[in-house]
Structure formats: C-alpha cells, structure tokens
C-alpha cells in the first residue's frame, strides 16, 4: 500500500462512486476502477461492493478507510512539522468557513497573514457549517471557523475560541411596539444596563413572522433553540442561505431575524432597522476554529487562528448594538 492508492481508497469510500471519485481526483475512470482492483488483490479482501449504486463499502473495506485516515493524517502533521523544523515559508493551508462569514472575516486577517507567510498560499472552502464538519472529518481541510460549541462536536475534535459575538433581534423600526419590552426596571436591573437599553420580550413576539435561515445553518439551529425555550413556535415567512439576507428583509418590515453581529455590522449604512437584545442576559455564542484533536497546526496555520483572536477579540469587546 502506497500514500496514493490510501487517498484514492478514501476518496472512494467519501464519494460512494468511482466516477465521482475520479472525477475528484482528476484521473480517469477506468484508471481508477483499475487501482482499486489492484489494492482489493494485494490485501486479499473486497473494499467495496460494486453491484448497488451507490457503491458500499464492506467491512474490511471500513477498516482499510479507517487505518489510512490515520496514516494521511500522520504523513500530513509530519510534513507540517518538518516545514516547521526548517521554517520553511512555502505550502498550503486549508480550511473551511461559511461564505458570509468568510466575506467579513478574511479580508480583516489575510493582509497581515501574507506579509508574515507570503509563500503560503490559501486556499477555502465555503459551505455551510454541516458540510464543513463532514470535510473535516474527511481531512479535506485542517480546520474550520464556526459558531460551534466542544459539546455540540462529535469525540476527537476540539473547539478553540477566536471570539464571542452578539446575537440581535432585527427589526423595522415601526414593528417593534412598546408593549412588547420587558419591564425597564427589571430588564435594567438584571442586565446591569441603562434604562434605554431595553431588551424584547420574546413572548412577544409569537404572532409576528420570522424569517430563517435554511436547516443546517448554525443560526438556524441557535434560533431553533432559543424559541423552543420559550414555548414559541415561529410563524416562518421565508427561509434563506444568507444572514445579511435576512437582515434586508427585515428591514423592509417583512418579518424579524435573529443573526449574529456582523450580519447587521455588514450593512451598517441601513438606517431602517432596529438591533436588540432578546434576552435578560444578552445571547451571544463563541466562534471557534475546529479541529482534530490528533491535527498538528503548523506555524502557519496557528498565526492564521491567532490573527483572528488578534482582530475580532479586540472588535467584539467594543462593540455594543444599536437601538
């Protein structure tokens, strides 16, 4: 077994279709059926069983995948340690972020990351935060940034917080009526704010409509929980793929939207629309950069993760919402 037919097996096994797979890989079909005969004949085992569609792994096959996901990922944190060892300043770093958030996120970090690495290139992965945690888990990338906690990760990954972000309740100014705030006295009191920081009684709020993010956003899943909580099932006007999406619906008196800060900071030039606090103790969630446990982070891709505690760290303790 070589590094090569244990990437190809892999990408079989993840792609469930040799086509795909080859197609992934950028070689040829026939060639690639071949090298997986050829493997299937030097361990004296099928891998998969090519009579369904989708292809299916069999056992042994299972084992294979299971065994060469640990050497790659072994012959990868080497190659890392050893550009390390030399400080080298060439390769490549690979990670995953939700397209919004890598729109708002990359620009603030990759000039100060390029005048310290500038032979490293970058490359990204842009998809939503379920896809992501399939490509990690793949090794198609070393991390990915998301709004995750350690609990909600399956065993052998780890969390690492870059920062903490508010989540606001966003509105057309005229929606929002005065009945539907909490008491300023108690909202004061137990939120240690001013009396014109007033905080949304969820409650209510059942007969307005919401506007959503699609499932598998971790937004929607916040969201979700949040008005479970509350006993509230939401009256969904629209489901969307974007944050700042919703934020422009919202403003345009359509319905409200839970999103993150940096949603609203995006289109800080709206002025038709309100941002609040949904709860006594303000919501907010910790954006963490994910990995395996057993993942070796390079100098690199450390100095990627640490610039952006640098940057958004210092931008999140300044930051408070408008009203």
Same mark, same amino acid.
């Given at each position: 077994?070589? @590094? ?29 059926? #071949?090298?997986?005969? $050829? ?10 069983? %090519? ?30 340690? !050893? ?8 390769? %490549? ?20 990351? $390029? ?27 070393? @991390? ?13 990954? $780890? *969390?690492?917080?870059?920062? %903490?972000? %508010? ?47 699609? $499932?598998? #956003? ?30 422009? !619906? ?27 606090? @949904? ?9 963490? *950069? ?34």
């Amino acid at each position: 077994m070589d @590094f090569r037919e244990m990437l190809y097996i892999t990408t079989v096994a993840d792609c469930r279709s040799i086509t795909a797979a080859a197609r992934k890989l950028y070689i040829s079909q026939p060639s690639l059926s #071949h090298i997986v005969s $050829k493997v299937e004949q030097d361990v004296g085992v099928k891998l998969f069983d %090519r009579g369904t569609s989708p292809l299916t792994i069999t056992y042994a096959g299972e084992k294979y995948v299971e065994t060469a996901r640990k050497i790659l990922l072994m012959s990868d944190n080497l190659r890392k340690e !050893l550009i390390d060892a030399g400080l080298g300043e060439k390769g %490549r770093i690979v990670f995953g972020m939700p397209t919004e958030r890598a729109g708002y996120m990359l620009p603030a970090v990759i000039p100060e990351f $390029k005048k310290q690495y500038p032979g490293i290139e970058l490359q990204v992965m842009e998809a939503k935060s379920d896809e992501l945690l399939k490509a990690l888990l793949r090794d198609d990338i070393s @991390f990915y940034v998301i709004p995750r906690s350690q609990g909600e990760l399956p065993v052998g990954l $780890k *969390a690492e917080s870059i920062y %903490r972000e %508010r989540l606001l309740l966003v509105a057309e100014k005229s929606m929002i009526q005065d009945d539907m705030f909490l008491e300023t006295e108690q909202a004061a009191d137990r939120m240690s704010l001013s009396p014109t920081k007033r905080c949304l009684n969820l409650n209510a709020m059942k007969d307005i409509p919401f506007i959503m993010l699609k $499932k598998g #956003h971790s937004i929607r899943k916040k969201t979700d929980l949040v008005l479970r909580q509350y006993g509230i099932e939401p009256k969904i006007m629209i489901e969307l793929s974007s944050c700042i999406s919703a934020v422009q !619906l919202a403003a345009a008196g359509l319905g409200v939207a839970i999103v993150p800060q940096r949603a609203v900071d995006a289109l800080g030039g709206m002025e038709r629309f309100n941002c609040y606090d @949904f709860s006594v103790t303000p919501e907010s969630w910790s954006v963490n *950069a994910v990995y395996k446990e057993e993942m070796y982070l390079g100098r690199a891709e450390r100095c990627l993760i640490d610039l952006m505690k640098q940057k958004f760290n210092r931008e999140a303790s300044s930051a408070v919402p408008g009203q």
